[in-house]
C-alpha cells in the first residue's frame, strides 16, 4: 500500500491526501507525480495512467484542496496567489522526494495539466537536477510578465515536454516559449509542441509523447 504522510506540509494543502495507481511504491522502478488542474481530481489524473500500460511504474497524484491549488490566475502577482502557491509547491515536493526516496530522482517524472502543469514546471525550475522527465499539458511557469527567473540548479539532460494550444484561452503562447528557453537554459532538453486552435485540452499526440516518456523510465529489459 502507498501511504504518503503530507502532515508536515504548511499552509491550506497540508494533510490533503495522495492519490495512487499502478505499482505499490515499495515495489516500482519509477514514478509519475500527477498534479490535476483547477477544479479536478487527483482521481481523475490517475485516470491518465491507463493510457501509460507499464506495469512496474507507480503513479502519485496529491489532492488540492478545495480541487484548487491557488485562486487566481497563474499570471497574476505571485503575492496574489499566497499562501497557497507556497503550500502548493510543498506539498508536489513532499511527494518528489518520498518517490526519489524510492527510486532515486532520475526514474521520477512530473506530469500536470493546466494548473497542474504550471505548478509542476514551476517546481522543477526551482528544484533543478536530474529527474525522469516532466510533461507540461498546458500550462507554463507561474508569475507576471516580466518575472524574473533567476533559478539555480542544473536540470542536466531532464526530457521535458511542453504542449499547448496557440490560441489557449489560459495560457498565453509566450509563456510557453519563455518556459521552454527557461527549462532549455537550466540544461533541460525540451520538446515543444504548439498545435493551432486546439484550444485547451489534450490531444493524442501529446498523450503519445508523454506514454514514450513514461516507458523510457522503467529499466531496460523490463
Not at 507556497?86 to 532520475?106: I, K, M, N, T, Y
Not at 500550462?139 to 499547448?164: A, K, N, Q, S
Not at 520538446?191 to 498523450?207: F, K, P, Q, S, W
Request: charged share 25%; proline share 5%; aromatic share 6%.
Amino acid at each position: 500500500m502507498t501511504d504518503i504522510d503530507t502532515s508536515g506540509v504548511d499552509g491550506p494543502h497540508g494533510g490533503q491526501p495522495v492519490r495512487h495507481a499502478g505499482a505499490d511504491l515499495d515495489e516500482a522502478t519509477a514514478v509519475v507525480v500527477m498534479v490535476h488542474g483547477r477544479g479536478a481530481t487527483a482521481r481523475s489524473i490517475l485516470g491518465m495512467a491507463g493510457e501509460f500500460g507499464t506495469d512496474d511504474v507507480a503513479y502519485l497524484a496529491p489532492s488540492a484542496s478545495r480541487n484548487t491549488w491557488y485562486p487566481h490566475s497563474f499570471m497574476e502577482e505571485t503575492s496574489e496567489n499566497q499562501p497557497h502557491l507556497d503550500s502548493a509547491l510543498d506539498f508536489v515536493g513532499s511527494v518528489v522526494d518520498a518517490a526519489a526516496d524510492a527510486v532515486g530522482h532520475e526514474r521520477v517524472l512530473l506530469l500536470g495539466f493546466s494548473q497542474g502543469a504550471c505548478l509542476s514546471s514551476e517546481w522543477v525550475a526551482r528544484n533543478a537536477r536530474r529527474y525522469g522527465g516532466l510533461v507540461g499539458f498546458s500550462g507554463g511557469l507561474i508569475g507576471p510578465e516580466g518575472t524574473p527567473r533567476e533559478y539555480d540548479g542544473d536540470l542536466d539532460g531532464t526530457p521535458v515536454f511542453l504542449g499547448c494550444s496557440d490560441v489557449d484561452p489560459h495560457i498565453p503562447l509566450e509563456r510557453v516559449k519563455e518556459t521552454t528557453e527557461v527549462l532549455s537554459g537550466l540544461g533541460a532538453e525540451v520538446d515543444e509542441r504548439i498545435y493551432e486552435g486546439m484550444g485547451h485540452g489534450v490531444n493524442e499526440d501529446e498523450l503519445a509523447a508523454a506514454k514514450e516518456m513514461v516507458a523510457s523510465l522503467e529499466p531496460a529489459g523490463e
